[in-house]
């Protein structure tokens, strides 16, 4: 897995901040360790990869904006 190259903001305009960038760039570096990690562990311990591969989809499907419920 490789870094996002860009970070693109609803209206479609990249984010240009350099600490948010940062920040962006350091948790998707965590992300893809910990999902690494767990894929791995999971096809070790006998899970199929294609039913892993579905799990952590539908983890990332499911997640919620934190601006539902928020009035603009």
């Known amino acids: 897995m490789e870094s996002q190259k860009l970070w693109v903001q609803e209206d ?3 984010v240009s901040c350099q ?5 962006l760039d350091e948790n998707w570096l965590e992300v893809q360790d910990i999902l690494r990690d767990a894929f791995e562990d999971a096809v070790l311990m006998g899970v199929s ?10 983890l990332v499907a499911s997640l919620t904006s934190p601006h539902q419920g928020k009035k603009a």
């Open 12 to 14: 479609g305009q990249p």
């Open 19 to 23: 600490e948010k960038l940062r920040v």
């Open 49 to 58: 990869e294609q039913g892993m591969r579905a799990r952590l989809t539908d």
